[in-house]
């Protein structure tokens, strides 16, 4: 088995062998940090709790470049473990993650602010990788979006999702201002700013004459950024697609979470794949995936994470004083199913947790998916008024409710929801009457897909709303008491911690 660390932004580890990931964290679910930069000593421990260090074969660690301090606790853990280290550069340890796509040739656009040196890189993925062409960090679209981010008062690396969510809101007016472009005869992005980071939020900051940051302004700047992105990616995709003659593509790296980007990509491709962990989370797992000997794994879930035991539930019942009653297994999908029908909302923690930034049913608060249960949540979690929720869309559905629809078990895609569905399911609708679907098939999580289909069986509705199980600004609850802590803040309904239900607020 193979060991994969990433401990930089986002810092995380992995454990894969030959046809599976056994094993993946992030460094921020154990911290309570988001997006902790660092070594991951705890998701280390808690994987190392489990398995035996003569099950690993050898250590690979998804980028190249880092200062001093960070060499040196790589190197004191290589000597602890006794294993040999292959550090893989960052862009082609986010274009290994190809490898988790079935397709048996595709293009591959790795995109982020900047990664050993390079912002962007293009390859061909087959049996393994042939690089096409690359660009450097000074010429940075994800650098660019996150200066954007930075200019309307959010924080970069962490916020970008605001700048998406706002460029759907409607505006008469519109910026006309050239800032980066890719260029065909080059292969490359060229930044006109010619400076990035917090120089490019001042230089945007001085062009874009900024005096007020009311309404209207973030979301007249956040369509000119997601504009820009979109009309520079549009013109590597058609370019690369076209000179190499293939229309499979994997979209990685931190800009590949941008759905709406990513929904645009797919209009013009066959097909499109994008990671789970497309951002710099995955990086842990696609420097392990560089290994030759690995040619394709599958993946159904991303439930890779810390696992919810109810020994350890048990423990801190009495602890909290919590009112609580166990559930057996075959009893969950009914009796949240009636809790949900009785518009109560359910926080979930159960099982192992999913990896990377979306929660997929083990890490979640659902409800029904209407406007007032939008409302209310959003008001409990302390959520920015203009942030969408999304839903759980059961597989065989998904036609009743959105078009031009394909399997996204991921949260990686925008759908157009059909106009006579939109007051239906009001509460995980856009306001440009988008949504970014889970599909779930039964495989992939059969308990969350019997909730589901209880409801479905009961209300005539397939489909619940889902948003990550965390308060405002921290990480997606990893462990039990993360979970109550968590509930016992928001005030929710309900908590099912493993087999126990926990009762909140009536």
Known sequence: MILGLHDGHNASVSLINKKNIIFAASEERFKRIKNYRGFPD??????????????ISYITVGSTFRRRNKLLKLRDFQDKIKKRTVYIYHHLSHSYLYKLSNFKECLIISLDGAGDGLSFLASIGNKDLEIITQSSYIDSIGDF????????????????????????????EEINLKVIDYHKEIWSFRNYLNVVGREATNKLKELLKIKDLDFNTKVKISKFAQRILEDCVLKVVKHLTEEY?????????????????????????????????????????????????IDRIKIENTYFGYKIENSKVENLLNKYNLKYK?????????????????????????????????????????????????KKINKLLKRDWFMPFAPTILYEFIDDYLENTFYSPFMTFLFKVKDEKVKEIEGVVHVDNTTRPQTLKRESNPLYYDIIKYVYDTKNIPVVLNTSFNLHGEPIVCKEEDAIKSFLKTKF????????LIEGEK
Not at 147 to 163: A, C, D, N, Y
Not at 336 to 357: H, Q, S, T, W, Y
Not at 493 to 500: A, C, D, M, S, V
């Open 42 to 55: 705890e998701a280390l421990n808690y994987l190392f709790s489990n398995i035996n260090n003569d099950e």
């Open 145 to 172: 979006y996150a200066s954007i981010t930075e200019l309307l008062g959010f924080r970069s690396m962490e916020h970008e999702g605001k700048v998406m969510s706002l460029s759907s809101f409607p505006t008469k």
């Open 245 to 293: 003659g293939i229309k499979n593509v994997v979209l990685t790296g931190g800009v590949a979470q941008n759905v709406k980007l990513n929904s645009k990509v797919a209009e013009i491709c066959d097909s499109v794949f994008v990671p789970p962990f497309m951002g710099d989370e995955g990086l842990s797992v696609g420097s392990s995936l560089s290994d030759k000997k």
């Open 493 to 500: 309904n309900y908590l099912l911690l493993g087999n126990y």
């Open 326 to 374: 166990y559930i057996e297994d075959k009893e969950i999908a009914e009796v949240v199913g009636e809790l949900i029908i009785n518009n109560k909302i359910v926080c979930l923690a159960r099982d192992k947790m999913e990896f990377g930034p979306r929660a997929l049913g083990n890490r979640s608060i659902i409800s029904l998916p209407t406007k007032e249960n939008k």
